[in-house]
C-alpha cells in the first residue's frame, strides 16, 4: 500500500558514513529514514575492512609459527585448515553485524526501508510503494570495484574484493591484478596461508604512497615468494575455470603466466547510477557526486558523503563525513573538511601509514622542507620481538613545523595517530621530541626521529657562544 513519509533526514546506505548520520540524528531525537537496498553495514563489515582485516590476522599467525625458530620455539610448517581460517572470517562479521544490524537502528527509532532509493525530485525519493519527502537527503552509497576492460575477462570466472571471501579453498596460484592496498594485502595473506601469489601492476607498487616507504613493503612482499610484475599491463584473459592465462605485456614483450585464480583488484567505482541524481538537480560524474568542501551537492538539502562524494575511500573518512554532517543537520554546524589531515594505511607487513603530506608533496610548496628518520633496527622493543624493519620519516619546514608523518613499519597503524594528532595541533618537531613515552616501546621511534631535529640544531655556532657565556656565570 502506498505510503508517505515525512522525516527530518533520509539516510540512502547503510555504510559507515550513513549509520553514522542515521544514528547520530536518531539518538538526538530527530526523525529518520535510513534506506538500504542490499546489507546493512555496507562494504567495510561485509566486504572490506572486516573480512580483510580478519584473514591477514589469521595469515599473520601462520607467518609466525614460520618464524618462531628465531625465538628458540621449533614449530616447522603450519598446518593450515583453509575452510577454518574462512570460518573466523565470517565469525568477525557476524561478531560485528549486531551494532549495524536492522534491530539496533530500529531501537533507536530509525525506520528502515529495504529497497533502492530513486529521487522523484529535488526533495523527494520513492522507494518501492513508499515516498520519502524529508528536510535533508544524505548520499552514502558508497563504491564498488571497478572492473577494467580486459578482452576475455568477463568470460571467464574472476575475483573481487566483494568475492574472495566466499574461496571454499586456497587457491593453487593466485594471480592479483593491481598492486595498490586491497591487492597487496590480499597478495600477502594467501601467500602466507599457502598460495603460490603473483601481482601484476602497470605502473609501480602503490604509485599514490612514498617510494622510499613502498621499497620496504616491496622487498618483504618478495622476501616472502611474491612474484612482483611492475610495468606490465594485462591486454587478455584466456584458459578455463582453475586453469587460467593472463596475456601480459611489459614495453614491446608479450608473455604468459598460469594462474588458478584472478583476483581484479583495480580500483573502486562511485555507486552513483539508478539513483535519480538528475531529477534531484545533483551534479555528478563517473568519478562520484560533486561536492563543495562542507560535503553539500548542487542541490543544498543534499549532501554526499564518503566513497561517493569522490574523496578518500576510506571507511573513517566516511564516518568522519557522516558526524560533520548529521552535527550541521541538527546544529547547522560549519562542516569544512578542507586542511584535515587524514591518516591511511595500507595493512600489509610491515605496515605503511601515512598522514599529512609526503616528503616529494613538502617538497613542492617548500624546498626548504626536510626530513627526519628514525630505524625501527635501533628500537630496542622492535630489537626484542624481531620485527626491526622500517623506519619513521617526520617532514617538517625549515622552522620544525610537522608537515607529515611517514611510518613503514610494525604497528603503524597505532603509531600514526600520534602525527594526526600533532598535525590538527601544528605540532613541531621539537614537542615530539620533548614528550615522555613508556620504555621499551615502538613508540619511541618516533621520538627518536623527531630529536635529530634538535640534535642538528646543536651544531649551530650560537649555541656554544651561548654556553660559553653561561659557564661564565657558574
Same mark, same amino acid.
Given at each position: 500500500?502506498? %505510503?508517505?513519509?515525512?522525516?527530518?533526514?533520509?539516510?540512502?546506505?547503510?555504510?559507515?558514513?550513513?549509520? &553514522?548520520?542515521?544514528?547520530?540524528?536518531?539518538?538526538?531525537?530527530?526523525?529518520?529514514?535510513?534506506?538500504?537496498?542490499?546489507?546493512?553495514?555496507?562494504?567495510?563489515?561485509?566486504?572490506?575492512?572486516?573480512?580483510?582485516?580478519?584473514?591477514?590476522?589469521?595469515?599473520?599467525?601462520?607467518?609466525?609459527?614460520?618464524?618462531?625458530?628465531?625465538?628458540?620455539?621449533?614449530?616447522?610448517?603450519? !598446518?593450515?585448515?583453509?575452510?577454518?581460517?574462512?570460518?573466523?572470517?565470517?565469525?568477525?562479521?557476524?561478531?560485528? !553485524?549486531? @551494532?549495524?544490524?536492522?534491530?539496533?537502528?530500529?531501537?533507536?527509532?530509525?525506520?528502515?526501508?529495504?529497497?533502492?532509493?530513486?529521487?522523484?525530485?529535488?526533495?523527494? $525519493?520513492?522507494?518501492?510503494?513508499?515516498?520519502?519527502?524529508?528536510?535533508?537527503?544524505?548520499? !552514502?552509497?558508497?563504491?564498488?570495484?571497478?572492473?577494467?576492460?580486459?578482452?576475455?575477462?568477463?568470460?571467464?570466472?574472476?575475483?573481487?574484493?566483494?568475492?574472495?571471501?566466499?574461496?571454499?579453498?586456497?587457491? *593453487?596460484?593466485?594471480?592479483?591484478?593491481?598492486?595498490?592496498?586491497?591487492?597487496?594485502?590480499? +597478495?600477502?595473506?594467501?601467500?602466507?596461508?599457502?598460495?603460490? $601469489? &603473483?601481482?601484476?601492476?602497470?605502473?609501480?607498487?602503490?604509485?599514490?604512497?612514498?617510494?622510499?616507504?613502498?621499497?620496504?613493503?616491496?622487498?618483504?612482499?618478495?622476501?616472502?615468494?611474491?612474484?612482483?610484475?611492475?610495468?606490465?599491463?594485462?591486454?587478455?584473459?584466456?584458459?578455463?575455470?582453475?586453469?587460467?592465462?593472463?596475456?601480459?605485456?611489459?614495453?614491446?614483450?608479450?608473455?604468459?603466466?598460469?594462474?588458478?585464480?584472478?583476483?581484479?583488484?583495480?580500483?573502486?567505482?562511485? @555507486?552513483?547510477?539508478?539513483?535519480?541524481?538528475?531529477?534531484?538537480?545533483?551534479?555528478?560524474?563517473?568519478?562520484?557526486?560533486?561536492?563543495?568542501?562542507?560535503?553539500?551537492?548542487?542541490?543544498?538539502?543534499?549532501? +554526499?558523503?564518503?566513497?561517493?562524494?569522490?574523496?578518500?575511500?576510506?571507511?573513517?573518512?566516511?564516518?568522519?563525513?557522516?558526524?560533520?554532517?548529521?552535527?550541521?543537520?541538527?546544529?547547522?554546524?560549519?562542516?569544512?573538511?578542507?586542511?584535515?589531515?587524514?591518516?591511511?594505511?595500507?595493512?600489509?607487513?610491515?605496515?605503511?601509514?601515512?598522514?599529512?603530506? &609526503?616528503?616529494?608533496?613538502?617538497?613542492?610548496?617548500?624546498?626548504? +622542507?626536510?626530513?627526519?628518520?628514525?630505524?625501527? !633496527?635501533?628500537?630496542?622493543?622492535?630489537?626484542?620481538?624481531?620485527?626491526?624493519?622500517?623506519?619513521?620519516?617526520?617532514?617538517?619546514?625549515?622552522? *620544525?613545523?610537522?608537515?607529515?608523518?611517514?611510518? $613503514?613499519?610494525?604497528?603503524?597503524?597505532?603509531?600514526?595517530?600520534?602525527?594526526?594528532?600533532?598535525?590538527?595541533?601544528?605540532?613541531?618537531?621539537? %614537542?615530539?621530541?620533548?614528550?615522555?613515552?613508556?620504555?621499551?616501546?615502538?613508540?619511541?621511534?618516533?621520538?627518536? +626521529?623527531?630529536?635529530?631535529?634538535?640534535?642538528?640544531?646543536?651544531?649551530?655556532?650560537?649555541?656554544?657562544?651561548?654556553?660559553?657565556?653561561?659557564?661564565?656565570?657558574?
Amino acid at each position: 500500500m502506498p %505510503e508517505t513519509l515525512s522525516p527530518d533526514v533520509c539516510v540512502i546506505g547503510a555504510g559507515s558514513g550513513g549509520l &553514522t548520520v542515521a544514528a547520530f540524528c536518531a539518538m538526538l531525537g530527530a526523525p529518520v529514514v535510513l534506506v538500504e537496498k542490499d546489507r546493512m553495514g555496507g562494504d567495510c563489515l561485509n566486504a572490506g575492512c572486516v573480512p580483510s582485516k580478519a584473514l591477514i590476522a589469521a595469515a599473520r599467525r601462520a607467518h609466525d609459527i614460520r618464524q618462531a625458530s628465531g625465538f628458540g620455539i621449533r614449530a616447522g610448517e603450519p !598446518a593450515i585448515d583453509f575452510a577454518q581460517v574462512m570460518r573466523h572470517v565470517r565469525d568477525a562479521i557476524a561478531t560485528i !553485524a549486531p @551494532n549495524d544490524s536492522v534491530a539496533r537502528f530500529s531501537a533507536l527509532g530509525v525506520k528502515v526501508i529495504k529497497g533502492e532509493a530513486r529521487f522523484l525530485g529535488p526533495g523527494a $525519493v520513492t522507494v518501492g510503494d513508499t515516498t520519502i519527502a524529508a528536510r535533508r537527503f544524505v548520499i !552514502a552509497t558508497g563504491s564498488r570495484p571497478l572492473l577494467p576492460d580486459i578482452p576475455g575477462l568477463d568470460a571467464l570466472p574472476f575475483l573481487t574484493s566483494e568475492t574472495i571471501f566466499d574461496l571454499a579453498a586456497c587457491p *593453487g596460484h593466485l594471480g592479483v591484478l593491481g598492486g595498490g592496498p586491497v591487492g597487496l594485502e590480499m +597478495a600477502q595473506a594467501f601467500r602466507r596461508l599457502g598460495a603460490e $601469489v &603473483t601481482v601484476l601492476e602497470r605502473d609501480r607498487l602503490l604509485p599514490g604512497e612514498d617510494p622510499e616507504m613502498v621499497d620496504v613493503v616491496r622487498r618483504q612482499l618478495q622476501d616472502e615468494g611474491i612474484a612482483l610484475l611492475e610495468g606490465v599491463e594485462l591486454t587478455r584473459v584466456e584458459g578455463e575455470p582453475g586453469a587460467l592465462r593472463l596475456i601480459a605485456r611489459r614495453g614491446d614483450d608479450d608473455g604468459a603466466i598460469g594462474v588458478s585464480h584472478l583476483l581484479v583488484a583495480t580500483g573502486r567505482r562511485a @555507486n552513483v547510477e539508478n539513483l535519480g541524481l538528475e531529477a534531484a538537480g545533483v551534479a555528478f560524474t563517473s568519478a562520484g557526486i560533486t561536492v563543495d568542501k562542507t560535503l553539500r551537492t548542487s542541490n543544498p538539502r543534499i549532501h +554526499a558523503i564518503g566513497d561517493v562524494g569522490g574523496g578518500p575511500q576510506l571507511t573513517h573518512v566516511a564516518g568522519w563525513h557522516g558526524q560533520m554532517v548529521a552535527q550541521n543537520i541538527l546544529f547547522r554546524r560549519p562542516v569544512d573538511t578542507g586542511g584535515t589531515a587524514v591518516p591511511r594505511v595500507i595493512y600489509t607487513d610491515p605496515e605503511l601509514a601515512q598522514v599529512g603530506l &609526503t616528503e616529494a608533496e613538502a617538497r613542492k610548496l617548500d624546498p626548504k +622542507a626536510r626530513s627526519l628518520r628514525w630505524p625501527f !633496527a635501533e628500537n630496542d622493543r622492535a630489537v626484542t620481538a624481531r620485527r626491526r624493519q622500517g623506519h619513521i620519516k617526520l617532514v617538517i619546514s625549515a622552522k *620544525g613545523r610537522l608537515l607529515g608523518a611517514s611510518i $613503514v613499519g610494525a604497528e603503524a597503524t597505532e603509531l600514526i595517530g600520534l602525527y594526526a594528532l600533532a598535525l590538527a595541533k601544528g605540532g613541531t618537531a621539537a %614537542e615530539l621530541a620533548a614528550i615522555v613515552l613508556p620504555y621499551p616501546g615502538l613508540s619511541e621511534v618516533g621520538k627518536r +626521529a623527531a630529536s635529530t631535529y634538535l640534535q642538528a640544531r646543536l651544531g649551530n655556532p650560537w649555541i656554544g657562544r651561548i654556553m660559553r657565556l653561561l659557564r661564565r656565570f657558574g
